[in-house]
């Protein structure tokens, strides 16, 4: 069955030139995604397109497997570096990692917190739902609801996606500082 299930997965992965947005919120955080339109409206401008091309492995790397390479030679913090560059696992870069993982987190985490919010104000319209009858306020509060339900639909799936993201990340090897 698993064996099926992967299958699957790595024929909806074809390779892809999606483009990927980085912006930086107003606490700092640094965000990414591959949909333009999941970036909120007050970031758009200041949003950059990063590289989406996938890094072409060296002769030395295709032979290799798609393994890592040696780390480097110097200690940081006691743990051996990895050279940045030329260095590919599961055929991506550091980079490639890193923007993926902060690319779900970031999108999980804006929909996570906007949720409250969007349960508020559905508490209000299903209060004037009852007190005021209207079917514009029946539309209003089904919309909420609607909205929500695909909020959490779509954080289910983004979920799945980091999960299955950190499945391949383990087979590859990925330094566990990557996933961050």
């Known amino acids: 069955m698993r064996y099926v299930l992967l299958l699957l997965i790595l024929s909806f992965s074809l390779p892809a030139s999606a483009e990927i947005y980085k912006w930086v919120d107003d606490k700092g ?6 949909n333009r339109d999941a970036i909120p409206a007050k970031y758009r ?19 290799g497997g798609g393994q890592a390479a040696e780390p480097a ?23 490639w990692w890193r923007e993926r993982y902060g690319s779900l987190r970031g ?12 349960r508020q104000e559905l508490e209000q319209l299903n209060r004037k739902y009852r007190l005021y009858t209207y079917s514009r306020n029946r539309i ?22 980091l999960n299955d993201l950190e499945n391949e990340a383990g087979r590859a090897g990925i330094p566990f500082e990557w996933r961050k």
Do not use: C
């Open 73 to 95: 030679q110097g200690q940081s913090g006691g743990a051996a570096e990895v050279q940045k560059s030329g260095t590919l696992y599961g055929g991506h870069d550091e980079d």
């Open 29 to 34: 955080v640094i965000n990414f995604t591959d």
């Open 45 to 63: 401008k200041k949003a950059v397109q990063v590289s989406s091309e996938k890094p072409k492995p060296s002769a030395a790397e295709q032979g």
């Open 140 to 161: 209003a509060y089904q919309e909420k609801a609607d909205e929500i339900k695909n909020d959490e639909d779509r954080i289910r799936e983004l979920m799945e996606k």
């Open 107 to 118: 999108e999980i985490k804006e929909l996570q917190d906007n949720l409250p919010k969007k």
